[in-house]
């Protein structure tokens, strides 16, 4: 039993706990605190660009086509290449344009019930951007990604090794203390009960997140199943015009009944359309169903489903990431992931103040001996 466990291997796991989380202390708090506001990504984003993001819904929508029409009249010579859409009836249409000739790309976004353009996507608020790169990288690219990903090892092992440590005293609750020095080995104990599953998911999952195209390979491979091909490059027919934004959109809701569309990309062009779909059972912001049509006709060229995907991508590029980020059950599960990753930093600093206890005891042991 836990309980039971040899003294010497007890201050053994103390030790490793204590020095393990001293040395991922700094990065767990950044990833705690950046995590719980990650969880609410989209609502907060939607909130600091309001400008950008909320309209009045005035009667039916426009078509894409007509909402595309209406763009491009105010930017003549541009083509649009991608339409994001929301489930939200309040929330803008984002229009990426592509010039006729040399320059840049631009995104914008658009009323869909009037077509009047609320600005340009490069004048947006990008806190919740940055946040995003910060949790994954600490902004710092690659680096900073093997960074989170041994944060997320050190996790794993201190809610393991701190599950054990709790074992023998059971703090659940609070109650009797009667010194600062007490009262915060309560919290943390009983802090970290509660919350040592969510960070236990939160540390296997952020290490899948890190290499979830290796984990999706191997069981896919042991299951012997494999993703949908890439479309092959499409021949343009001689005097053909690729397919308007209204006929791909019918083709999708066709292909994928029960599916609503999120984004179509690559309209106007030579290469195969993408089409990304989102079923409702489906946590993910965007949806993990993948649809490839033929830029001239609107055939299907590829076709792979959050439902029918093979058992590797849906544990790697689907329930992972919905574990982690909450999404799994909606808003219950999003609250409690948020306040679990708001957690972590309390954990932190409460351990280090223990730490410090014991420094302080063992020197004042010391000089007494």
Same mark, same amino acid.
């Given at each position: 039993m836990l309980c039971a466990l040899p003294m010497n291997f007890r201050k053994l796991l103390l030790f490793l706990h204590l020095t393990g989380g001293l040395v991922s202390?700094?990065?767990?708090?950044?990833?705690?605190?950046?995590?719980?506001?990650?969880?609410?990504?989209?609502?907060?984003?939607?909130?600091?660009?309001?400008?950008?993001?909320?309209?009045?819904?005035?009667?039916? @929508?426009?078509?894409?086509?007509?909402?595309?029409?209406?763009?491009?009249?105010? !930017?003549?010579?541009?083509?649009?290449?991608?339409?994001?859409?929301?489930? %939200? /009836?309040?929330?803008? +249409?984002?229009?990426?344009?592509?010039?006729?000739?040399?320059?840049?790309?631009?995104?914008?976004?658009?009323?869909?019930?009037?077509?009047?353009?609320?600005?340009?996507?490069?004048?947006?608020? +990008?806190?919740?951007?940055?946040?995003?790169?910060?949790?994954?990288?600490l902004l710092l690219g690659p680096p900073g990604k093997l960074i989170t990903m041994w944060g997320a090892i050190f996790l794993l092992g201190l809610s393991v090794s701190g599950l054990i440590l709790w074992w023998p005293r059971k703090l659940w609750k609070f109650g009797g203390a009667k010194s600062g020095r007490e009262r915060n080995f309560q919290l943390?104990?009983?802090?970290?009960?509660?919350?040592?599953?969510?960070?236990?998911?939160?540390?296997?999952?952020? &290490?899948?997140? !890190?290499? %979830? /195209?290796?984990?999706?390979?191997? &069981?896919?491979?042991? +299951?012997?199943e494999e993703d949908a091909?890439?479309?092959?490059?499409?021949?343009?027919?001689? /005097?053909?015009?690729?397919?308007?934004p209204d006929a791909l959109l019918a083709a999708a809701n066709k292909a994928v009944p029960g599916a609503r569309v999120t984004s179509i990309m690559g309209i106007g062009g030579n290469a195969p359309v993408r089409v990304t779909m989102k079923f409702p059972e489906d946590g993910t912001p965007a949806g993990r169903t993948n649809l490839y049509l033929d830029p001239f006709t609107a055939d299907t060229l590829s076709l792979q489903t959050s439902r029918t995907a093979p058992l590797g991508t849906r544990i790697a590029k689907l329930w992972n990431?919905? &574990?982690?980020?909450?999404?799994?059950?909606g808003w219950p599960t999003r609250i409690?992931?948020?306040?679990?990753?708001?957690?972590?930093?309390?954990?932190?600093?409460?351990?280090?103040? &223990?730490?410090?206890? @014991?420094?302080r005891r063992k020197r004042r042991q010391a000089a007494e001996a």
């Open positions: 202390g700094v990065f767990l708090i950044f990833l705690g605190g950046s995590g719980g506001l990650l969880v609410f990504e989209g609502e907060i984003d939607h909130w600091l660009n309001a400008r950008l993001s909320w309209v009045q819904p005035e009667g039916a @929508r426009l078509s894409l086509g007509e909402l595309s029409d209406k763009v491009l009249a105010r !930017h003549p010579g541009s083509k649009v290449s991608v339409i994001v859409l929301s489930k %939200d /009836d309040r929330i803008a +249409t984002t229009i990426a344009l592509r010039p006729a000739g040399p320059g840049k790309s631009v995104s914008l976004r658009v009323n869909p019930y009037t077509g009047a353009e609320l600005g340009s996507t490069d004048t947006a608020n +990008t806190f919740m951007a940055k946040v995003h790169q910060f949790h994954t990288n943390h104990n009983v802090a970290g009960f509660y919350s040592c599953v969510f960070m236990f998911l939160f540390a296997v999952t952020g &290490i899948v997140v !890190h290499w %979830d /195209d290796e984990v999706r390979k191997l &069981i896919n491979k042991a +299951t012997h091909p890439m479309p092959r490059a499409v021949t343009a027919p001689k /005097d053909a015009a690729p397919q308007g990431r919905e &574990i982690h980020t909450g999404d799994i059950f409690i992931a948020s306040i679990a990753s708001f957690t972590l930093p309390l954990l932190v600093v409460t351990g280090v103040l &223990i730490w410090l206890g @014991r420094m």
